[in-house]
């Protein structure tokens, strides 16, 4: 009788265990496809809004839990970067994503936006060391870094499926050099294209 008992007790285990499971997996399935372009710089996010030279960036993101009410929206997602700096870094972010809206009665959201994720930098051109007294050829695979970012933004819906963005967001990475330069600012300016997938 304990035994069977016991049996029984695993099997209600194993089932509760799956069904939370699978109720966690479906709060967190994709609600949102985003899909960016950016001019990424480097420089202080109250300065001059576009500069040049042109530094591309895309993101690739998602949104796993959406809670909207009349007016107000919150989104939790992922979201994946590259840009490329010139002469300087090519980089690769993953960010943990929240945005909060605002949306207008014709239709139009202003939307803040904060991340915090991880940013791996890999030099662009050559790489040397000093060894011996000279500089030799040399390989990087990358420096790891934190980054956050923070940031302003427009969405206004296409459809009930597509919405356009704009998006002006700031970022602070650290570490970035020695302790005269602790964290470097970057900003990013673009234009993207939500896709709202079905619940």
Known sequence: MFLFNTRRLRYAL????????TESVAQFSPKTLRVAVYNEAFGVPWGPITKLPIH???SLGTDF??????HW???LGLDLYYYYQRSFEHTLMLD??????????FGLQANFHTALGYKHAILAGKKYS?????????SHFGKAQANLKVGLGLEYPLSKRYSITADYKAMAVAPFGDRLLPFSANTFLGVGLNIHLKP
């Open 14 to 21: 194993l089932l509760a265990v799956t069904l939370i499971a």
């Open 96 to 105: 943990v994503a929240y945005r909060l809206g605002y949306r207008f009665n």
């Open 56 to 58: 591309p960036a895309v």
């Open 130 to 138: 000093l060894k011996d007294g000279e500089y030799q050829p040399t």
């Open 73 to 75: 929206q919150k989104a």
């Open 65 to 70: 839990r959406v809670r909207s009410g009349k």
